[in-house]
């Protein structure tokens, strides 16, 4: 799948196992060249989101990418959050009829960069047998290398107050009631809706509060509401990442 693709060392699809609830766990594993990255589900202002099509899949109801957690670096004084070296993505899909093969097929978008950035298109084709129920020991050290959930990283709660911008969009200012996520905190805030475009957040640790503000816009220059619960903030620190979902008013 790599080609002759700059920056690509090598790009394969794992294909996992056949889990005992009858649901398929495969992977994206991408390798890069040395020198090069590619960008997280939410990749930052300068950065190139990946997009999964799954066009062509054959008793597949559902695929879901667990992102491992990513590292944040910054391109020309902007901020973007992605990966070095290699990836491995895990896919956790749903069957039709979960006694079957699975046919996966499709293709995945995806930004790379060192001196340029470049989009490429990874394209997959792979038959997931059902009666492979051995765990791949790479994917599953994948599955481990993911954000704390809120309770696991012993988040207190989160608050959320929305305010309309002065020239568009709107305002949100959240408070995370959390340990530190060690060293710098980044925070990135993810809408939810994918015609919403998020800014940078800034971000300031106040004792066990960490306070973040950015502005939300529709990408049409319309306006919108903005549903709480569909909010999602990545808290990237240097001792771990924390995942946590919606916020309170």
């Known amino acids: 799948?790599?080609?002759?693709?700059?920056?690509?060392?090598?790009?394969?699809?794992?294909?996992?196992?056949?889990?005992?609830?009858?649901?398929?766990?495969?992977?994206?594993?991408?390798?890069?060249?040395?020198?090069?990255?590619?960008?997280?589900?939410a990749p930052g202002d300068v950065g190139i989101p990946p997009q999964f099509s799954w066009d062509g899949s054959e008793n597949i109801q559902a695929v879901s990418a667990n992102w491992?957690?990513?590292?944040?670096?910054?391109?020309q004084g902007m901020r973007s959050v992605g990966y070095t070296s290699e990836v491995v993505i895990p896919l956790h899909m749903t069957a039709q009829s979960s006694g079957a093969a699975m046919h996966l097929q499709g293709a995945l978008q995806i930004g790379l960069c060192k001196d340029i950035c470049i989009?490429?298109?990874?394209?997959?084709?792979?038959?997931?047998?059902?009666?492979?129920?051995?765990?791949?020991?790479?994917?599953?050290?994948a599955m481990t290398n993911r954000p704390y959930s809120a309770r696991e990283a012993g988040v207190l709660g989160v608050t959320c107050s929305i305010e309309a911008a002065t020239d568009g969009g709107l305002v949100l200012h959240a408070k995370i009631n959390m340990p530190s996520a060690g060293g710098i905190e980044y925070v990135v805030v993810e809408a939810g809706n994918p015609r919403l475009w998020v800014a940078e957040p800034d971000s300031h640790r106040d004792g066990m509060t960490l306070h973040a503000s950015t502005r939300l816009m529709h990408v049409d220059g319309r306006s919108f509401v903005l549903d709480r619960s569909t909010l999602r903030f990545t808290v990237i620190g240097e001792s771990r990442a924390v995942d946590i979902l919606?916020?309170?008013s």
């Open 1 to 41: 799948m790599a080609g002759n693709t700059p920056g690509l060392s090598k790009v394969e699809l794992r294909p996992g196992w056949r889990m005992a609830d009858g649901t398929h766990m495969a992977a994206l594993h991408i390798v890069l060249e040395p020198g090069w990255k590619t960008y997280w589900r």
């Open 68 to 75: 491992p957690t990513p590292v944040v670096f910054f391109e």
């Open 119 to 141: 989009p490429a298109n990874l394209a997959f084709n792979a038959v997931l047998p059902a009666d492979v129920t051995r765990p791949d020991p790479v994917i599953a050290a």
């Open 246 to 248: 919606g916020c309170a």
